[in-house]
Nanobody, 127 residues
Framework: QVQLVESGGGLVQAGDSLRLSCAHSGLTFSTYAMGWFRQAPGKEREFAAGISSSGGRIMYADSVKGRFTSSRDGAKKTVFLQMNSLKPEDTAVYYC????????????????????WGQGTQVTVSS
């Protein structure tokens, strides 16, 4: 049984930083591409970052590029999202997602590409 568990969310002020973690169990981490998505109240789930199974290729949404950094630690079976210079518009529930990937250098940006999801962690940025 695959489980993804996010942690690290919280309430911060604009300009602060947070690091989200997504720990998994039940899958062979090195063969799964991972993604970060977020969903604000009343809005659709949107892509934030995608990282290939090798970790060698990473894509960011324009809205977070230059501020967010995603990485993965194979030994810890964890993927991270470092979020700097947070803005009020970053307020959302953040989800990590996983899908098996035959190509170690492919990342995925659409939420329908992913098979497994975590429960989400709330990030609130006050102005």
């Amino acid at each position: 049984q695959v489980q993804l568990v996010e942690s690290g969310g919280g309430l911060v002020q604009a300009g602060d930083s947070l690091r989200l973690s997504c720990a998994h169990s039940g899958l062979t981490f090195s063969t799964y591409a991972m993604g970060w998505f977020r969903q604000a109240p009343g809005k659709e789930r949107e892509f934030a970052a995608g990282i290939s199974s090798s970790g060698g290729r990473i894509m960011y949404a324009d809205s977070v590029k230059g501020r967010f950094t995603s990485s993965r630690d194979g030994a810890k079976k964890t993927v991270f999202l470092q979020m700097n210079s947070l803005k009020p518009e970053d307020t959302a529930v953040y989800y990590c997602a996983a899908r098996r990937a035959a190509d170690p250098f492919v990342y995925y940006t659409h939420y329908r590409s992913y098979d497994y999801w975590g429960q989400g962690t709330q990030v609130t940025v006050s102005s």
